[in-house]
Each structure stands twice: as structure tokens, then as C-alpha cells.
């Protein structure tokens, strides 16, 4: 539960402070990993289709995740 009633999110929660930047890097790397799940049956057979797919999903949301937390602590900032 959030502890204070605040409009501003980066006070309120700090997870929630990064949404949008975890939008747009989901957004710019979301046809590549549509690809690799598109070419991954292809290509192989199916027990390592299935785990080329899964960790496909893993990283494409560690890289969402810790990307929107580098990107934020370095300077990128939305101003409104």
C-alpha cells in the first residue's frame, strides 16, 4: 500500500515513477522480440523453441526494468 496520499508518483512510489519510460523502451524493443518469437519454431526444434521463447520474454522484462531505472538515474527526465 502506498504510506502517503500524493499525486506525485515518484513520491508516492518509486516503481511508479518509471512507467512511462518503461513504455517506451517496451515499445522500441517489442518488434525485435516479436521476431525472435516468430523465427524461434521455426528454426529449431521445439524443447529449445520453447526455451529460446522463454527466455526471450525473461530478459526482454529485466531489460524494460533495469533500462527505465538506468535511463531515469542518468538524466532522462519527462517533464510535463
Do not use: C
Not at 26 to 40: D, E, K, Q, R
Amino acid at each position: 500500500m502506498l504510506q502517503e496520499k500524493s499525486k506525485d508518483y515518484a513520491k508516492a512510489h518509486p516503481v511508479l515513477a518509471k512507467w512511462f519510460v518503461q513504455i517506451a523502451l517496451g515499445m522500441v524493443l517489442l518488434p525485435f522480440v516479436l521476431v525472435i518469437l516468430w523465427l524461434a519454431p521455426l528454426a529449431l526444434d521445439k524443447s529449445t523453441a520453447i526455451t529460446v521463447t522463454g527466455l526471450t520474454i525473461v530478459v526482454f522484462a529485466n531489460v524494460i526494468w533495469f533500462g527505465a531505472v538506468y535511463l531515469t538515474k542518468h538524466g532522462l527526465r519527462f517533464r510535463r
